[in-house]
Nanobody, 115 residues
Framework: QVQLVESGGGLVQAGGSLRLSCAASGRIFGIDSMGWYRQAPGKQRELVATVSSGGITNYADSVKGRFTISRDNAKNTVYMQMNVLKPDDTAVYYC?????????WGQGTQVTVSS
């Protein structure tokens, strides 16, 4: 089993920055892919960014150039630095870990960007 715990969310003004962290515990393998998704009220959950075990990253077009995902395999932690935040970035952000056909999710952390 894998447990994921997110932290770092909060309230910030437009143009500000936040850094999200997701600590994984349990049986973690270096081949696992990790990422961040978000869900705004009334909308479907959407991909924000992913990072493979080898460090290959993928971003949603809406966050390219503003968000940076990274991982520390020694600490079983994935981070996401979010800069130049916009009100449209307001959502609950979820961390996930993918191992083959199994996906684990964290409980989510709220990010609110005021205009």
């Amino acid at each position: 089993q894998v447990q994921l715990v997110e932290s770092g969310g909060g309230l910030v003004q437009a143009g500000g920055s936040l850094r999200l962290s997701c600590a994984a515990s349990g049986r973690i393998f270096g081949i696992d892919s990790m990422g961040w998704y978000r869900q705004a009220p009334g909308k479907q959950r959407e991909l924000v960014a992913t990072v493979s075990s080898g460090g290959i990253t993928n971003y949603a077009d809406s966050v390219k150039g503003r968000f940076t995902i990274s991982r520390d395999n020694a600490k079983n932690t994935v981070y996401m630095q979010m800069n130049v935040l916009k009100p449209d970035d307001t959502a609950v952000y979820y961390c996930n870990l993918v191992r083959g056909i199994i996906t684990y999710w964290g409980q989510g952390t709220q990010v609110t960007v005021s205009s």
